[in-house]
């Protein structure tokens, strides 16, 4: 009858390259972190987080710094210490990062069944398409160079540096390009009515 391996046997037979150790330290740990992480995260956050991806992550994290050299383990009570605070630590990243003010997992309207606006909301039509189409073609008459340029790279959804990277200009002269781009559409719909 074989003896069952210490963790700290595996995590040497691992560091030495012994795929068959991993796997082991795996099955050994797996469930019990993945339950761990799971009994963490709310209900929302579960939404977007998947307790098998921390898991995964963990293991990732641990099996790298084993191959580095930086656990040094002696019994199996101690690796799992190590596991667990290495999960805690996971848990707790992806908690803030889903936490953090644009991304607040708590501040999410759940989508009802039909969208509040959708009897107001259509397709545009024809007529809108001419009529959107007439008044770029207005704007880039306005405009010199480097502006039509400009104009493209803003509506495509390019940040002011991003534009200016690729004009080789200034992030103030991209911005003041778009500032005047306003005025001119300002004065547009001003005078129209």
């Known amino acids: 009858m ?7 046997d595996l995590m040497q037979q691992w560091a030495a ?9 795996y099955a050994r740990y797996a469930q019990r972190l993945l339950a761990l992480a799971d009994s963490y995260l709310s209900a929302k956050l579960r939404q977007r987080v998947d307790p098998d991806d921390i898991l995964q992550s963990v ?8 191959k580095a050299g930086q656990y040094a383990i002696d019994h199996s009570g101690a690796l799992w210490r190590l596991l667990v605070q290495i999960t805690l630590n996971k848990v707790r990243g992806q908690v803030q990062f889903h936490r953090a003010e644009m991304r607040d997992v708590d501040a999410e309207i759940p989508l ?22 007439d008044e770029l073609n207005w704007l880039v008459r306005q405009l010199q160079d480097p502006e039509p340029v400009i ?43």
């Open 17 to 25: 390259g012994e795929e068959s150790a991993a796997e082991l330290l």
């Open 112 to 133: 009802t069944s039909t969208p509040p606006f959708s009897a107001q909301m259509s397709e545009p039509g024809l007529d809108e398409g001419i009529a959107l189409t």
């Open 151 to 193: 104009l493209q790279l803003w509506w495509q959804g390019y940040s002011v540096t991003e534009i200016a990277r690729q004009i080789g200009s200034t992030a103030s002269t991209v911005q003041r390009t778009r500032n005047h781009i306003r005025q001119l559409l300002k004065q547009r719909l001003l005078e129209e009515f």
């Open 59 to 66: 293991f990732r994290t641990f099996f790298k710094r084993v």
């Open 2 to 8: 074989s003896a069952i391996p210490s963790a700290n």
